[in-house]
């Protein structure tokens, strides 16, 4: 059974590939957020997450007019399509530059902020970026996106348990890497 923001999000979809305006700007509204969180975790930079983004909702719009409610819901494959686009950015830096992507861009807390609190984002940025790209995609669907676990599977392509050995191994080698952060009650 669907809940019902998976249902009245297969309305939308099926609105905006009649050209509701009104429906393709709340999709927008409800879907840009969390898709550019998604993007900027992922590749590092808001202005590649931007064009992530903008990307994603070209190909709903394209797709819309034959989207079927069903097996996955829109949410899900909302999700696929911006991880697809940002692994194309992915590997076209690294043919055009031969190396692995940059660290993540700092998003933590600003500079009125402690230092401690600065140095702690970019650990924990720089410890995410570190990550193999499969555990790096787990953490950020499931930690960052929020989806659950079945629908970041399917999102990933993986079965629920693959996920979740995913997401153990990004877990214990995060928790390594930040070991000396960790505050004694």
Same mark, same amino acid.
């Given at each position: 059974?669907?809940?019902?923001?998976?249902?009245?999000?297969?309305?939308?979809?099926?609105?905006?590939?009649?050209?509701?305006?009104?429906?393709?700007?709340?999709? *927008?509204?409800?879907?840009?957020?969390?898709?550019?969180? #998604?993007?900027?975790?992922?590749? $590092?930079?808001? %202005?590649? @997450?931007?064009?992530?983004?903008?990307?994603?909702?070209?190909?709903?719009?394209?797709?819309?007019?034959?989207?079927?409610?069903g097996a996955a819901s829109f949410d899900t494959w909302l999700h696929k399509v911006a991880l697809n686009l940002c692994?194309?950015?992915?590997?076209?830096?690294?043919?055009?530059?031969?190396?692995?992507?940059?660290?993540? *861009?700092?998003?933590?807390?600003?500079?009125?902020?402690? #230092?401690?609190?600065?140095?702690? $984002?970019?650990? %924990?940025? @720089?410890?995410?970026?570190?990550?193999?790209?499969?555990?790096?995609?787990?953490?950020?669907?499931?930690?960052?996106?929020?989806?659950?676990?079945?629908?970041?599977?399917?999102?990933?392509?993986?079965?629920?348990e693959a996920l979740e050995s995913l997401l153990s191994r990004a877990r214990r080698t995060l928790r390594a890497n930040l070991a000396d952060l960790a505050v004694d009650d």
């Amino acid at each position: 059974m669907k809940s019902p923001g998976a249902e009245a999000d297969d309305q939308l979809v099926l609105l905006a590939g009649r050209g509701d305006q009104a429906a393709i700007r709340t999709l *927008v509204n409800s879907k840009l957020p969390r898709l550019l969180g #998604l993007a900027r975790r992922m590749l $590092g930079d808001s %202005v590649d @997450a931007e064009d992530v983004a903008q990307e994603t909702f070209i190909k709903v719009w394209k797709f819309s007019r034959h989207w079927r409610p069903g097996a996955a819901s829109f949410d899900t494959w909302l999700h696929k399509v911006a991880l697809n686009l940002c692994y194309d950015r992915l590997r076209r830096r690294r043919r055009m530059t031969g190396e692995p992507p940059p660290d993540q *861009v700092d998003e933590g807390p600003g500079p009125d902020r402690n #230092l401690h609190a600065q140095d702690v $984002g970019r650990r %924990v940025s @720089a410890s995410l970026a570190g990550l193999p790209p499969r555990q790096k995609e787990a953490i950020v669907l499931c930690h960052y996106q929020e989806l659950g676990n079945i629908e970041a599977a399917q999102a990933m392509g993986v079965s629920v348990e693959a996920l979740e050995s995913l997401l153990s191994r990004a877990r214990r080698t995060l928790r390594a890497n930040l070991a000396d952060l960790a505050v004694d009650d």
